[in-house]
């Protein structure tokens, strides 16, 4: 097995193009790990990305919150500029698992998941996320992160390296509501996320992602068109919710949760987590 | 095989260990540090939690070769070095807040980590900070009880180090 | 008495919380070669052929056990359906087949690749359902042939049945006002405990063997292994280390087994230590199944009949499962009056996971099943749940369902202190509920023997057989015990466990019985060294030794306080002083035979009484239970070790809480899909309620100082209260367990499945 810890992003481009479909990228290696000490099958050669600076920054890059795929849960939940600009971000990453998990569980692990209810990848659809990829073939691209998303647990192509989420800064009334079996941490059942902007008591912009609700996360489209260019109330939230979960919403069922269940999760929460925003909203009017 | 070079308990180890092997085998496999416990090898017991610079984390899931230059502790390196139990430690066992004692690593080291960044925490962030760390045997409330009681001795003491248990002694860092 | 009875440290907690304490993965043993095992893929299948010739040729494989290489004979169960490794038929997936020893992990892995298993599928019998229907495919198609034990019921795929009766159910029925009849279907869940199996086996010279494990039955355990491989059973010597938690998972061997079995193939000791996902492979699982329950009663509340049928499914093998349909009947009408009873239970094979005694085997089980059911029928009488089951509560005198003189009863305190605690009949917000549930469980006494020993260096040595499985029951409750026999300190009293060679013999931690049989062992043990102490002391002192009082390390002379001399100084003069002590042999109390059908466990030593209040809010939308507080009254005789039963009764009461709302294992037809922790959720610090522990003391005649039985009880009710706490708040309940979010959803949106 190949090992390398390079230094900056090109050495790791270089490698990841010269090893292609054998290489895998550690980061963090939570789930990577486990899995190739059980079986290290077509696996020859593995990246450890850790030393690279960049990858662990959150700043402000031109005119977007740029956050480092290495940037950990915990480290989201803490950071000022994520307070203050991307604090859906934030409130999902607090939600995510256990303190242990949260220190050392990244944005980019989580993008290239492929879970359908991975807590930051719901965050980043309704935020209108980009993806920042770089790859020697393409030099450095820019993704919607739904993309990426819908690809699931393939995770991206060889040679392909995440390097950032990049985040607009669009300052807007957030809430992120999560349903799971027992009150200790778990992968949510069903989760929503919801980004408003409003102008006055009028609804401009709406951003509701679903966790748990189909095979990837996905966007609600059917409930934002319900909402946009109306007032909000209790009423349009409610009747977004209810497109939320019976147009929007596709899932089905498994051992944790029946469809019927998940759908009914989709409607309750994303009415809460619109009251929510409306509250946020309401407060920071006030 | 990868070198790497680990501050344990305050004492530098140099190794050569395999890219995927864990912080809990070397621990434990290569340093016979028996202390931290394999509950579930998967991050969701957290009967591995072990300080990692001042971070609480899964050991069973941690790189060896990532902790390379970082300070680790383990609940071997938590007592003082005359073996002065630390007031966590004190405090599980004066409110019995253990039984069969398997969980009782991490936990310790869990509580630990977290009551030096949040030295006045009330039941409710306690039960938050510990809930990576399963216990099957005292339902939990002697554990939140000692600890709650140990972040008053803390404070009492004046206790404000940023970092839990033995440091390496500024000269010996790479 | 000063130290009996007072809240003491453990003096085992220095060790654990310095991470010194040494469980069986933490043993060193050098050269020892790793273990590993080979597991069905099929739930049910025939074994064609197995093949290990190109595996043992492999790099590092020191050898490899199947059923051709040990013995053929059957596992000692109560019907010999089960052998070491499958000879004919593998019967459930994840079942091991084979076992590999080989110098390191990945060596032995890639021999288990290499070993040839040629599997004929059948189709597979996957629950009780298709177990018993007509034409089921049998989950041991040779079972007519099986030897077993006199009374067991052996029938096709049932294996066991047993049936108490009295009166006429149906005539009582006919005259109720009022009757309530369910349908309760139960999951089955994990033992939970923290530490996976681990055991390591070595091959003596002398032709002996030695164990490293942490059993919850060392002794039991030791002369199994010996009887099966035909070694001298004291040439083999099980040294039990500290266990990290138990709960009834740990009485049968399962890692021990094959380390022992690889042990004795080769030349170098064998350690198997199981990942999560191997143990909840194998793990003995808490017994899932269904019930049905009718009982009636009069209008003013008077329960007049009861007929109730569970079936469990035990799973591939008999094992130690027949405990649980003994107990369910045992339980389902009880601490009630209830004249006219019809209550069986059937234990059915299917191909899945061997059920085992988990902690309160058939507890959490009954007792959910007929406490919902009689808090639906005292709601159906508009009768308040409390007063409708002190109404019918047992009383000194009373008789058990099976004719059982009742004495020491504590029902009505247990049940009056629980619903006070909690605040029963307060007000209470919109979302909010609050519910009880009582029952009985009995106390045991097994084989136990100890070796109490006065040092000349004045500590206090006690070897007893009882492990330490975590409840504190040896490595605290037993110090107690000869401190206070002694007259000295419990921090001066060391205790030496279940190291077989010690020959102190014990019948292991369960049944609620450690410190009942252990506990005796020692006081008789730490008695007769008392004798030969105050002979010393008559001396010394020139008294006789009835007026000697010995305490707080002294020795004087009764109403002379300042006529004394130091324990410490009396074993210094003149040599170590020991004494060996057995619990004595109680027998069972009577019962009325004529009212019971193959029932081997129909009457129970020194009942205990449990009663448990809890309280719930539930969010209606979600489903969600958040229980917010769980008060458990137990009636432990006399509290020996007080500290030691609160962690029963609070670590039990988060079991309880698993029980009732998120353990489940799940199967479908390839077998277990949550074998992790990620997926098989047990609860955290954040799903744990407040907890209140009430000790009550009603002395039993039999236990000592009166005590009774103390591990189980606590978590065979507050699952049952949280059921309750859940209909009080939003008017109904789920008639299954796990009561999941999506369950309690259910149970508002479209009524209850009865």
């Not at chain 3, 095992?37 to 290990?52: E, G, N, Q, Y």
């Not at chain 3, 007929?370 to 109404?391: I, T, Y």
Request: aromatic share 6%.
């Amino acid at each position: 097995m190949r090992y390398f810890e390079p230094n900056f992003l090109d050495e790791a481009l270089v490698l990841l193009d010269r090893f292609g479909d054998g290489a895998r990228v550690l980061a963090g290696a939570t789930r990577l790990g486990p899995q190739l000490r059980e079986r290290t099958a077509g696996v020859d050669t593995l990246v450890n990305i850790k030393r690279i600076r960049e990858l662990h920054e959150i700043r402000l890059d031109r005119g977007m919150l740029n956050v480092g795929a290495l940037v950990t849960a915990q480290q989201l939940s803490d950071d000022e500029l994520v307070r203050t600009h991307a604090p859906l971000i934030g409130a999902a990453a607090m939600t995510m698992g256990a303190r242990q998990l949260r220190s050392v569980a990244t944005i980019g692990g989580n993008v290239c998941s492929g879970d359908a209810a991975a807590d930051l990848s719901v965050a980043l659809l309704a935020s209108d996320a980009l993806c920042a990829i770089s790859s020697i073939r393409r030099g450095p691209v820019e993704t919607p992160v739904e993309r990426i998303l819908q690809a699931g647990p393939s995770g991206l192509p060889s040679g392909d390296l995440l390097v950032a989420l990049r985040i607009p800064l669009r300052p807007a009334a957030i809430a992120y509501q999560k349903m799971t079996t027992r009150r200790g941490f778990e992968m949510a059942l069903v989760s929503v996320a919801v980004s408003l902007i409003f102008e006055a008591v009028e609804v401009r912009h709406a951003h509701i992602a679903l966790g748990g609700a189909a095979p990837t996360p996905v966007r609600a489209t059917g409930a934002e068109s319900a909402l946009v260019g109306r007032t909000f109330s209790r009423e349009s939230a409610a009747a977004a919710a209810l497109i939320a979960a019976n147009a929007d919403a596709t899932p089905s069922d498994d051992h944790r949760a029946s469809a019927l269940y998940r759908r009914h999760l989709v409607e309750v929460l994303a009415l809460r987590a619109l009251l929510d925003a409306g509250r946020a909203h309401g407060d920071a009017a006030a | 095989m990868q070198p790497v070079t680990l501050c344990v308990n305050g004492e530098i180890v140099e190794l050569v260990v395999d890219p995927l092997r864990s912080l809990l085998q070397t621990l434990r496999d290569d340093l016979g540090l028996t202390g931290t416990k394999e509950g579930c090898g998967t991050g969701y017991c957290g009967a591995c939690t072990v300080i990692v610079g001042a971070h609480a984390v899964n050991a069973c899931l941690y790189l060896t070769v990532d902790a390379d230059r970082k300070d680790i502790i383990t609940i071997e390196g938590l007592a003082d070095e005359d073996g002065t139990l630390h007031p966590v430690q004190q405090a599980f066992a004066e409110h019995t807040a253990l039984q069969c004692g398997f969980c009782t690593p991490g936990m310790i080291l869990s509580a630990a980590a977290f009551l030096a960044e949040n030295p006045a925490p009330d039941e409710s962030e306690i039960r938050n900070a510990l809930a990576g760390n399963l216990c099957r045997c005292t339902g939990y409330q002697s554990i939140v009880r000692a600890v709650f009681d140990a972040s008053k001795r803390l404070r009492d003491a004046g206790r404000t180090e940023a970092r839990v248990g033995r440091q390496a002694p500024i000269r010996a860092r790479a | 008495m000063a130290i009996i009875g007072s809240h003491r440290l453990r003096p085992d907690a220095n060790a654990k919380v310095r991470g010194t304490t040494l469980y069986t993965a933490d043993v060193e043993l050098r050269d020892a070669a790793v273990g590993m095992v080979l597991r069905s893929p099929h739930p049910f299948a025939r074994i064609v052929r197995i093949d290990t010739r190109h595996a043992s040729s492999l790099p590092g494989v020191r050898t490899i056990a199947h059923a051709g290489t040990v013995p053929t004979k059957p596992l000692a169960f109560s019907i010999k359906d089960q052998h070491l490794f499958p000879t004919t038929h593998a019967r459930y997936a994840g079942e091991p087949v084979a076992a590999v020893a080989a110098d390191t992990p990945e060596q032995a892995k890639a021999a288990l690749a290499e070993v040839i298993v040629e599997y004929e599928p059948l189709e597979p019998v996957l629950t009780i359902g298709a177990a018993l229907g007509p034409n089921a495919p049998l989950v041991h198609p040779h079972w007519q042939t099986y030897e077993k034990n006199e009374n067991r019921v052996l029938r096709g795929n049932i294996c066991g049945y047993n049936r108490i009766r009295r009166g006429d159910v149906d005539a009582a029925l006919a005259s109720a006002d009022a009757s309530v009849e369910g349908e309760y279907r139960l999951a089955s869940s994990a033992p939970g405990y923290i530490e996976p199996r681990a055991a390591a086996a070595r091959k003596e010279p002398d032709g002996g063997l030695t164990v490293w494990c942490g059993s919850q039955s060392p002794y039991g355990n030791r002369d199994e292994l010996a009887g099966f491989f035909g070694l001298d059973p004291a040439k083999v010597r099980f040294i039990n280390q500290f266990v990290g938690g138990a709960f009834g998972g740990k009485i049968l061997m399962a890692t021990e087994w094959y380390a022992a079995a690889l042990a004795l193939q080769c030349d170098r000791p064998v350690r198997m230590v199981w990942s999560r996902h191997e143990d909840q492979l194998n793990v003995f699982p808490r017994h899932g199944g269904f019930a049905r329950i009718r009982s009636g009663a009069k209008a003013d509340g008077k329960l007049v009949a009861m007929r109730a049928s569970f079936f469990f499914n035990t799973g591939a093998y008999i094992g130690y499962g027949s405990g649980t349909a003994l107990i369910a009947t045992m339980l389902a009408s009880a601490p009630y009056r209830v004249p006219n009873l019809d209550l069986e239970a059937t234990l059915v094979y299917t191909n899945s996971q061997v059920a085992g005694p988990v902690r309160a085997p058939g507890g959490p089980q009954a007792n959910f099943v007929k406490e919902s059911n009689l808090d639906e029928l005292a709601r159906q009488l508009n009768l308040d749940p409390l007063e409708f089951r002190l109404k019918n509560a047992w009383v000194d005198g009373d008789e058990s369902p099976t004719g059982q003189k009742l004495a020491s009863v504590s029902v009505k305190e247990t049940l009056r202190r629980a619903a006070e605690a909690i605040g029963w009949g307060t007000e209470l917000s919109e979302r909010r509920g609050r519910g009880l549930a009582a029952t009985w469980w009995f106390s045991s006494c097994g084989g136990s023997k100890a070796r109490v020993s006065l040092l000349e260096n004045g500590r206090v040595r006690v070897a007893s057989g009882n492990p330490e499985v975590g409840t504190g029951s040896a490595a605290a409750a037993l110090p107690i015990i000869a401190a206070d026999v002694l007259g000295v300190d419990p921090s001066s009293v060391d205790v030496v466990l279940a190291d077989t060679q010690t020959d102190t013999y014990d019948s292991g931690v369960g049944g609620s019985g450690s410190t009942f049989s252990a506990g005796q062992a020692v006081e008789a043990a730490a008695l007769r060294v008392r004798e030969k102490l105050l002979e010393r002391a008559e001396h010394a002192l020139e008294a006789r030794a009835e007026d000697i009082d010995l305490r707080h390390g002294r020795a004087f002379v009764r109403g002379a306080e300042d006529h004394a001399i130091g324990i410490e100084q009396l074993a210094r003069s003149g040599g170590e002083m020991s004494g060996d002590g057995e619990a004595p042999e109680i027998g069972d109390p009577e019962f009325d035979e004529s009212l019971v059908e193959s029932h081997e466990f129909a009457s129970w030593l020194a009942p205990s009484f449990t009663a448990t209040a809890a309280q719930v809010e539930v969010d209606r939308e979600t489903g969600r239970v958040a229980v917010e507080k769980i008060v458990t009254a137990q009636d432990v005789g006399f509290a020996i070790n007080p500290t030691g039963i609160v962690g029963q009764i609070e670590g039990g009461a988060t079991q309880s809480l698993g029980y009732a709302l998120i353990e489940e294992l799940k199967f479908d037809e390839h077998g277990l899909i949550n074998a992790d922790f990620k997926d098989y959720l047990l609860p955290t610090t954040l799903d744990a309620p407040s907890i209140e522990a009430i000790i009550v003391e009603s002395p039993s005649k039999e236990g000592p100082h009166g005590m009774k039985g103390a591990g189980e009880p606590p978590v065979t009710t507050p699952a049952a209260a949280i059921a309750n706490a859940i209909r009080d708040a939003i008017g109904t309940a789920p008639h299954e367990v796990p009561m999941t979010p999506e369950r309690v959803w259910r149970a508002l949106e479209h009524g209850v499945r009865g």
